[in-house]
């Protein structure tokens, strides 16, 4: 690999950034001074220094964030701000996208990483990966109601969506954004294996009803981070990176 590309990829600057740190003789690679970033070198077995520090290759990040109301799922808007801009500036030189999209009003568990494969087999409709989103809803829904959510309901372009999973809150309060909201009754956990255009609101749209706040809490097996606050996000552990891979 050439070492510019390294450092690039290991978050080091970009390519033009890159340059500037070589002419200032700041790169090591096996204890000796380089400022060619053409040469090539092992990745895995030359030592990489910047600054007398050891760098480690990453080629992937996978960050998870909870997302907040007002920002959209996405790299690049003119209207709007995007997910990417809440990154802190050392992972603008990998490229992260985020995994899948969550409506601008709606929070929670947001996926974003360069590791289109992992992307790719986490969004594609041969997986069935589940999504489960808890909902806070203009009026309870019935039993009846529910069986229909359950069982596939027709949506007003005719589609019909796949079964899905649809759970009552009965009790308890209920933190909604970033502050308690008590003795809401109209709440329910729904759990879907498809991503259609604003598929939950539209499902109790169906059903005569309307979605007054949407977060998404689960991808696959991965739960959001209870202690994450709306905005916040972290890098995925091993552990979660391998729950994700084994999708």
Sequence with gaps: MRLDRFLANSGVGTRKE????????????????????????DE??????SNEKRILYKPFVYIMMNKPDGVI????????????????????????????????DTEGLLILTN??????????PVKHVEKKYY?????????????????????????????????????????????????????????ITEGKYHQVKRMFKAINNKVLYLKRVKMGKLELDKTLKIGEYRELTEKEIEILKKQ
């Design 115 to 124: 590791d289109g494969i992992l992307a790719h087999n986490l969004l594609s």
């Design 73 to 104: 799922s996405a790299t690049e808007d003119k209207e709007h701000k995007t997910v990417t801009k809440l990154l802190e500036d050392k992972y603008r030189t990998y490229s992260l996208f985020p995994v899948g999209r969550l409506d601008i």
């Design 135 to 191: 909902v806070e809803l203009k009026k309870p829904v019935s039993s009846l109601e529910i069986e229909k959510l359950e069982n596939g309901i027709e949506l007003e372009n005719g589609t019909i969506t796949k079964s899905a999973k649809v759970e009552v809150v009965k009790n308890g309060d209920t933190v909604h954004g970033d502050f308690t909201r008590e003795k809401f009754p109209n709440k329910v956990y729904i759990t």
């Design 18 to 41: 890159v340059k500037e740190i070589l002419k200032k003789r700041k790169i090591k690679v096996n204890g000796s001074i380089i400022i060619d970033g053409s040469i090539h070198i």
């Design 44 to 49: 895995n077995g030359d030592v990489v220094e």
